[in-house]
């Protein structure tokens, strides 16, 4: 009868910070008898839970109490670098108890040695029970159950070198305990990887050294001549047919009427996906009614074929004559005329490979193109709106309400009514923002109406103004004024004239992204741009386990790309078509003139690849995969990070990893100096803090800047469509949630809780936890108030201090987008409903009744939090306002004797007396609040003028 040890990990508490950032990601090693099991790893939790239960062989029931358990805690490094220790416990195996008296028992940590620094409690539940033996026939049972079901049952080895190895494999035999399939925090940080890139590797390449190498074969398509006339008209629509082996063919695009055709197109094949030695190259007729028509064909030997590397390819192509099929007998089709093509050997960086219509990619389809987009220029056009003059009004009898309405494209804005009220209204400082693109491509439109009620206008006159006939300026000069001529109705007759000034501030930067996550922050005037300080290079590897994102042929499938955006510049790769693993390995690059900003990666499903018409026309959207920040600040200057990140989406159902994402980075920075000059200037143009724009102004602006980005990018071949560009530069952020409600309100207490953490300190100090620190402390202390010129250097010293201790904790890999801060790991899932909710809401009025009410209650909260450090305040301004006279005179009496006390006696003396009050032993000490405070809560405030 065997005997098995359970040993559940329930929780820590409290833990040793390690990671140099306040906190630490643990995991525990479990160690019995030789046995040794892990738990998982919880990412930057001081109190991690795990729940993970293991099971041990106990070898020698009868000796169980001379055994001993011992649990180790780490904290896990991200680089390289060794596990931390945090802790461990040891318990004999007198301790445990038989199943049925087990309890949850909290731990305290212990040391591994007197230089160890640990602190916290780990809890566990651990017992112990007696296998009851099987009858043969039971067994037979269970292996017949067991095929039945389609479990495999794992051979026993024939030899085991050691006892150890014998325990675990009865370990694994006989474990009827399997821990529950849960997706962790853990697995979605980021992961260290090592590809074979030649900046690695040290091999010598011009080009391409951040991606791995791939080879295709490459086939220039050019023209052909003198085929032969299959129509009736004497003529062919041919067309080129590219196969190898037997594989599905690539073709290029039909040329009518015409036996003398012009393709230009370059095809090429992955080296790893090609099954076959031959090329063969065939053009055929197209025919509509019937069968293509063969015009002849070209075999090309894989083996053959050149090689050519960069910067020497492509091959110039050359003439083939077109032969018969093989096997054909020669006479019965007739064949003729000439091809001219070139196939070589080449890699990704070849300069054929952008262009070229790859096999792995869907073929000649051009959504699955990479590409390279820049977004518009934009522009701030500020229109002031002067005076107008000579305004005919309609009725005679009433005084016009005159107000200007301004529209350019979608963008519609309108002034306040003129306080004069007559025919030549004026509107002081009356400024209107609104964002251009160029080439511009809409006029200026204004209209003078009269307000005759609510929502109903009359129009007095309207004008157009072509964009390029208006001034641009790159600072705060004021611009010439200028009188338009105002019409109606698309008649030429004078209705008066109105007065404006028009200008493009090319001296601001246009929003179109998150300040949070901004990757330019250059003026719009190209004079006022500063040179480059370095390069960011940027290698798309590739991805693995996507998730299958849509159905084709009744099973799971997915076409999945990437686009990449820093500053004005897109990229898009091509896409990988049918492949939850897809490989790249293509290279960008970038100029970069400021290092804190941000590069965005987001992988996206391609959905325009349908072959169903039905499908296209319902207007299909490419499904989102996950996206990808780094800030650029975070990099070392030439070193290459390879890592993967994980692709994470918020869904209804809370959040998924959809994949993970393979990328090589590296800045290069050309002058240290020079970017570290940058940290002590603006980040924004200096317009930004001269005539700086309202938050909620700029914010408008930002989402027409948006608007007109997509739309232009839209047009593009093959386009960057919406739904890509939106979800980039993150168009919702803005929009309520009580997810990120959560999310800012734990950032907040992130913040304070260095603040907490050294009010800690001191009432630990102050309390006397640890004698031998506070002794220190009481010395320090005397050494500043007799040197109290040391105070500031001592100051310095040790925020230097701290600084040099936590650079061994440093981040060694670029942060990746964080579950458990985003509040995403364990939400609410009716929170997750209200945030995928529309706007407006498409929710029965019962459900956004119980959702409002919510909200009141967190706004009560807030509104309470909120009034409370109101009252606070409040009680400090009535401390001398005599709003309650005998406070105040308490206060004014005290301040009175202390200036006399401090006036008579020597700051060093009343330091000294008021240092060792406050860090008196608690044996001096009693547990009601101190007098001063006492004093400040019974001040009043103005809380009890509320209504």
Same mark, same amino acid.
């Given at each position: 009868?065997?005997?098995?040890? %359970?040993?559940?990990?329930?929780?820590?508490?409290?833990?040793?910070?390690?990671?140099?950032?306040?906190?630490?990601?643990?995991?525990?090693? %479990?160690?019995?008898?030789?046995?040794?099991?892990?738990?998982?790893?919880?990412?930057?939790?001081?109190?991690?839970?795990?729940?993970?239960?293991?099971?041990?062989?106990?070898?020698?029931?009868?000796?169980?109490?001379?055994?001993?358990?011992?649990?180790?805690?780490?904290?896990?490094?991200?680089?390289?670098?060794?596990?931390?220790?945090?802790?461990?416990?040891?318990?004999?195996?007198?301790?445990?108890?038989?199943?049925?008296?087990?309890?949850? %028992?909290?731990?305290?940590?212990?040391?591994?040695?007197?230089?160890?620094?640990?602190?916290?409690?780990?809890?566990?539940?651990?017992?112990?029970?007696?296998?009851?033996?099987?009858?043969?026939?039971?067994?037979?049972?269970?292996?017949?159950?067991?095929?039945?079901?389609?479990?495999?049952?794992?051979?026993?080895?024939?030899?085991?070198?050691?006892?150890?190895?014998?325990?675990?494999?009865?370990?694994?035999?006989?474990?009827?305990?399997?821990?529950?399939?849960?997706?962790?925090?853990?697995?979605?940080?980021?992961?260290?990887?090592?590809?074979?890139?030649?900046?690695?590797?040290?091999?010598?390449?011009?080009?391409? =050294?951040?991606?791995?190498? @791939?080879?295709?074969?490459?086939?220039?398509?050019?023209?052909?001549?003198?085929?032969?006339?299959?129509?009736?008209?004497?003529?062919?629509?041919?067309?080129?047919?590219?196969?190898?082996?037997?594989?599905?063919?690539?073709?290029?695009?039909?040329?009518?009427?015409?036996?003398?055709?012009?393709?230009?197109?370059?095809?090429?094949?992955?080296?790893?996906?090609?099954?076959?030695?031959?090329?063969?190259?065939?053009?055929?007729?197209?025919?509509?009614?019937?069968?293509?028509?063969?015009?002849?064909?070209?075999?090309?030997?894989?083996?053959? %074929?050149?090689?050519?590397?960069?910067?020497?390819?492509?091959?110039?192509?050359?003439?083939?004559?077109?032969?018969?099929?093989?096997?054909?007998?020669?006479?019965?089709?007739?064949?003729?005329?000439?091809?001219?093509?070139?196939?070589?050997?080449?890699?990704?960086?070849?300069?054929?490979?952008?262009?070229?219509?790859?096999? =792995?990619?869907?073929?000649?389809?051009?959504?699955?193109?990479?590409?390279?987009?820049?977004?518009?220029?934009?522009?701030?056009?500020?229109?002031?709106?002067?005076?107008?003059?000579?305004?005919?009004?309609?009725?005679?009898?009433?005084?016009?309400?005159?107000?200007?309405?301004?529209?350019?494209?979608?963008?519609?804005?309108?002034?306040?009514?003129?306080?004069?009220?007559?025919?030549?209204?004026?509107?002081?400082?009356?400024?209107?923002?609104?964002?251009?693109?160029?080439?511009?491509?809409?006029?200026?439109?204004?209209?003078?109406?009269?307000?005759?009620?609510?929502?109903?206008?009359?129009?007095?006159?309207?004008?157009?103004?072509?964009?390029?006939?208006?001034?641009?300026?790159? =600072?705060?000069?004021?611009?010439?004024?200028?009188?338009?001529?105002?019409?109606?109705?698309?008649?030429?007759?004078?209705?008066?004239?109105?007065?404006?000034?028009?200008?493009?501030?090319?001296?601001?930067?246009?929003?179109?992204?998150?300040?949070?996550?901004?990757?330019? @922050?250059?003026?719009?005037?190209?004079?006022?741009?500063?040179?480059?300080?370095?390069?960011?290079?940027?290698?798309?590897?590739?991805?693995?386990?996507?998730?299958? @994102?849509?159905?084709?042929?009744?099973?799971?499938?997915?076409?999945?790309?990437?686009?990449?955006?820093?500053?004005?510049?897109?990229?898009?790769?091509?896409?990988?078509?049918?492949?939850?693993?897809?490989?790249?390995?293509?290279?960008?690059?970038?100029?970069?003139?400021?290092?804190?900003?941000?590069?965005?990666?987001?992988?996206?499903?391609?959905?325009?690849?349908?072959?169903?018409?039905?499908?296209?026309?319902?207007?299909?959207? =490419?499904?989102?995969?996950?996206?990808?920040?780094?800030?650029?600040?975070?990099?070392?200057?030439?070193?290459?990070?390879?890592?993967?990140?994980?692709?994470?989406?918020?869904?209804?159902?809370?959040?998924?990893?959809?994949?993970?994402?393979?990328?090589?980075?590296?800045?290069?920075?050309?002058?240290?100096?020079?970017?570290?000059?940058?940290?002590?200037?603006?980040?924004?143009?200096?317009?930004?803090?001269?005539?700086?724009?309202?938050?909620?102004?700029?914010?408008?602006?930002?989402?027409?800047?948006?608007?007109?980005?997509?739309?232009?990018?839209?047009?593009?071949?093959?386009?960057?469509?919406?739904?890509?560009?939106?979800? @980039?530069?993150?168009?919702?952020?803005?929009?309520?949630?009580?997810?990120?409600?959560?999310?800012?309100?734990?950032?907040?207490?992130?913040?304070?809780?260095?603040?907490?953490?050294?009010?800690?300190?001191?009432?630990?100090?102050?309390?006397?936890?640890?004698?031998?620190?506070?002794?220190?402390?009481?010395?320090?202390?005397?050494?500043?108030?007799?040197?109290?010129?040391? #105070?500031?250097?001592?100051?310095?010293?040790?925020?230097?201090?701290?600084?040099?201790?936590?650079?061994?904790?440093?981040?060694?890999?670029?942060?990746?987008?964080?579950?458990?801060?985003?509040?995403?790991?364990?939400?609410?899932?009716?929170?997750?409903?209200?945030?995928?909710?529309?706007?407006?809401?498409?929710?029965?009025?019962?459900?956004?009744?119980?959702?409002?009410?919510?909200?009141?209650?967190?706004?009560?909260? #807030?509104?309470?939090?909120?009034?409370?450090?109101?009252?606070?305040?409040?009680?400090?301004?009535?401390?001398?306002?005599?709003?309650?006279?005998?406070?105040?005179?308490?206060?004014?009496?005290?301040?009175?004797?202390?200036? #006399?006390?401090?006036?008579?006696?020597?700051?060093?003396?009343?330091?000294?007396?008021?240092?060792?009050?406050?860090?008196?032993?608690?044996?001096?000490?009693?547990?009601?609040?101190?007098?001063?405070?006492?004093?400040?809560?019974?001040?009043?405030?103005?809380?009890?003028?509320?209504?």
């Amino acid at each position: 009868m065997g005997r098995k040890l %359970v040993v559940e990990v329930c929780s820590g508490h409290n833990l040793m910070p390690k990671d140099g950032q306040g906190s630490c990601s643990a995991f525990c090693y %479990v160690d019995f008898d030789g046995q040794r099991r892990r738990t998982k790893v919880k990412s930057k939790d001081l109190s991690p839970v795990w729940n993970e239960r293991f099971e041990f062989q106990i070898s020698d029931p009868a000796n169980m109490g001379m055994e001993v358990l011992e649990v180790s805690v780490y904290c896990e490094k991200s680089g390289r670098g060794k596990d931390s220790f945090l802790g461990r416990v040891k318990l004999p195996g007198s301790s445990f108890v038989r199943l049925g008296e087990e309890a949850i %028992v909290s731990y305290p940590l212990e040391k591994r040695n007197i230089f160890s620094h640990v602190r916290g409690e780990l809890r566990m539940k651990i017992w112990y029970y007696d296998e009851v033996p099987q009858s043969k026939a039971n067994k037979e049972e269970k292996k017949a159950e067991a095929a039945a079901t389609g479990i495999a049952s794992e051979k026993k080895p024939e030899a085991v070198k050691s006892t150890t190895a014998q325990k675990e494999e009865k370990k694994q035999e006989s474990s009827s305990y399997s821990p529950p399939t849960v997706v962790h925090p853990g697995e979605y940080v980021l992961r260290d990887t090592a590809p074979m890139l030649a900046s690695i590797t040290g091999e010598k390449v011009t080009a391409y =050294d951040l991606v791995e190498k @791939m080879k295709f074969l490459y086939c220039r398509v050019v023209k052909a001549r003198a085929l032969a006339a299959k129509d009736a008209n004497g003529s062919s629509d041919p067309f080129v047919k590219l196969k190898i082996g037997e594989g599905r063919p690539a073709e290029t695009k039909v040329i009518p009427k015409t036996l003398n055709p012009e393709w230009n197109q370059t095809f090429a094949f992955n080296h790893d996906k090609i099954q076959g030695p031959v090329l063969e190259i065939t053009v055929w007729d197209k025919d509509t009614a019937s069968r293509d028509d063969f015009l002849g064909s070209v075999t090309f030997e894989l083996s053959e %074929v050149p090689t050519r590397v960069p910067p020497d390819s492509p091959l110039a192509p050359s003439w083939y004559r077109l032969e018969e099929k093989k096997g054909e007998i020669k006479g019965e089709t007739r064949v003729k005329g000439e091809i001219m093509v070139a196939v070589w050997w080449g890699t990704q960086a070849d300069e054929a490979f952008t262009e070229a219509w790859h096999f =792995d990619s869907g073929g000649q389809h051009s959504h699955t193109k990479s590409k390279v987009y820049l977004s518009p220029k934009l522009w701030y056009l500020r229109v002031t709106v002067i005076e107008a003059q000579d305004l005919v009004a309609p009725n005679k009898n009433r005084y016009p309400e005159v107000s200007v309405k301004v529209q350019l494209g979608i963008q519609a804005m309108k002034t306040k009514v003129s306080p004069t009220r007559n025919t030549s209204p004026n509107w002081p400082n009356d400024d209107l923002l609104f964002v251009a693109a160029e080439p511009f491509e809409e006029p200026l439109s204004l209209t003078v109406e009269d307000r005759l009620g609510p929502s109903k206008d009359d129009v007095l006159g309207f004008v157009r103004i072509p964009l390029n006939t208006i001034e641009r300026r790159a =600072d705060d000069r004021l611009v010439p004024s200028r009188w338009y001529n105002l019409e109606k109705n698309g008649e030429k007759q004078f209705r008066g004239r109105i007065h404006l000034r028009l200008c493009f501030d090319g001296g601001y930067h246009v929003m179109d992204e998150s300040t949070n996550h901004i990757s330019d @922050m250059r003026p719009t005037a190209k004079q006022l741009w500063k040179s480059p300080l370095g390069v960011l290079e940027v290698g798309i590897i590739s991805g693995q386990n996507f998730l299958p @994102m849509k159905t084709k042929d009744a099973r799971g499938t997915t076409d999945a790309y990437c686009v990449a955006k820093y500053g004005p510049k897109w990229i898009r790769t091509r896409t990988i078509v049918d492949n939850f693993n897809p490989k790249w390995n293509e290279q960008y690059t970038w100029e970069v003139y400021d290092p804190c900003t941000v590069l965005t990666v987001g992988v996206f499903d391609n959905c325009h690849l349908l072959n169903n018409l039905a499908e296209k026309a319902a207007g299909s959207k =490419d499904v989102r995969i996950g996206k990808v920040r780094i800030r650029l600040s975070t990099l070392e200057s030439d070193r290459v990070y390879t890592h993967s990140y994980p692709l994470l989406m918020l869904q209804p159902s809370g959040v998924k990893k959809m994949g993970e994402i393979e990328l090589a980075v590296r800045f290069s920075c050309t002058s240290f100096l020079h970017v570290m000059q940058l940290y002590f200037k603006p980040p924004l143009p200096k317009m930004h803090y001269r005539h700086p724009l309202r938050v909620t102004h700029l914010e408008n602006l930002r989402l027409a800047a948006i608007t007109i980005v997509c739309s232009r990018l839209a047009r593009s071949e093959p386009p960057l469509r919406n739904e890509v560009v939106r979800y @980039m530069l993150d168009i919702d952020s803005n929009l309520f949630s009580m997810r990120r409600s959560k999310v800012n309100y734990y950032r907040i207490m992130g913040v304070f809780s260095g603040v907490l953490a050294i009010v800690k300190w001191f009432d630990d100090i102050c309390k006397w936890t640890n004698p031998v620190t506070t002794v220190l402390v009481h010395i320090l202390f005397l050494i500043l108030v007799w040197y109290p010129e040391l #105070i500031l250097p001592t100051l310095f010293l040790y925020m230097f201090l701290i600084g040099a201790w936590h650079y061994r904790f440093r981040a060694r890999a670029p942060s990746s987008m964080d579950a458990k801060l985003s509040q995403a790991v364990e939400v609410d899932p009716d929170e997750l409903d209200e945030e995928f909710d529309t706007i407006p809401t498409s929710k029965s009025p019962d459900m956004v009744r119980a959702r409002y009410e919510r909200l009141r209650i967190v706004a009560s909260r #807030i509104q309470t939090v909120l009034g409370d450090l109101a009252a606070q305040g409040e009680r400090f301004h009535a401390l001398l306002s005599w709003r309650d006279p005998r406070a105040t005179a308490i206060f004014i009496t005290f301040c009175l004797i202390a200036a #006399i006390v401090l006036y008579v006696t020597p700051f060093q003396v009343v330091a000294v007396l008021v240092g060792i009050y406050v860090l008196r032993h608690p044996r001096f000490r009693n547990h009601m609040p101190p007098v001063p405070l006492n004093f400040f809560r019974r001040l009043p405030s103005l809380a009890d003028r509320i209504l």
